[in-house]
């Protein structure tokens, strides 16, 4: 089978956007909640995202500069102001409401309230946790790395330590998680999603 090899630099980087959204998949999705310097709740799902380490229990995700007017999206925004965001894992359960809060809403509106979810107070952290996510991580800011000129296409690494950690019952036992309880969903390229019941196992190798 022969290949197609792009050289990167030579095509667009609304082109390579394509290449990356549609060959690192299935992507986890993490549901960031912040709160404005005026108070207002913010959510909005980011799947440039994953764990770090454990020590300290760390996690990233990456928004980048908003294509409408090139500016930084608000979750950014909030983060940098108060240093502190809610990592809400998405099960199949709460996916519609995760997707109507990636419209692209002013920053006086609370997300919450368009998505009809619920926030719930935190234990250390200002923003509040959803009500009906089934984990939930409270995070504060560790470092923020700027990856490109800062322009379209451009992004922010946004890395947290993951100080308070709550997970419904349910999906809780002996210290794991379940994952056929949590049914946490990924995201393929454009508005494609996938389930996480197709499971196989593959027991390590030992040498
Ligand atoms: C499943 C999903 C994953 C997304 N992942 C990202 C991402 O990794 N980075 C990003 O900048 N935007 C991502 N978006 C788009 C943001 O959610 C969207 O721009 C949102 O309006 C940002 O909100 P904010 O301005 O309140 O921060 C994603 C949207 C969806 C539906």
Do not use: W
Not at 134 to 139: A, L, N, Q
Not at 157 to 182: M, P, R, T
């Amino acid at each position: 089978m022969s290949k197609i090899s792009i050289n990167t630099k030579e095509i667009p980087f609304q082109d390579r956007y394509k290449l990356l959204i549609g060959s690192i998949i299935p992507r986890p999705i993490g549901f960031v909640s912040t709160i404005s310097e005026n108070g207002v709740y913010n959510l909005a799902p980011f799947s440039f995202f994953n764990g770090i380490c454990s020590n300290p229990m760390t996690v990233l995700f990456c928004p980048v500069i908003r294509s409408s007017d090139g500016q930084e999206k608000d979750t950014l925004k909030n983060i940098k102001n108060n240093k502190e965001f809610v990592v809400n894992i998405v099960s199949e359960e709460i996916a519609s409401q995760m997707n109507q809060c990636s419209a692209e809403y002013p920053p006086d509106v609370d997300e919450f309230k368009q998505s009809g979810l619920t926030p719930e107070k935190s234990t250390m952290v200002k923003p509040p946790l959803i009500k009906e996510a089934k984990i939930s991580m409270e995070c504060k800011l560790h470092q923020l790395v700027q990856v490109g000129d800062g322009g379209l296409g451009s992004a922010t690494v946004v890395i947290g330590e993951v100080i308070y950690f709550h997970a419904n019952e349910e999906v809780y036992k002996d210290g794991k998680i379940i994952s056929s309880k949590l049914k946490p969903i990924g995201r393929m390229g454009g508005a494609e999603y996938c389930k996480t019941t197709d499971v196989f196992s593959l027991p390590r190798p030992t040498l």
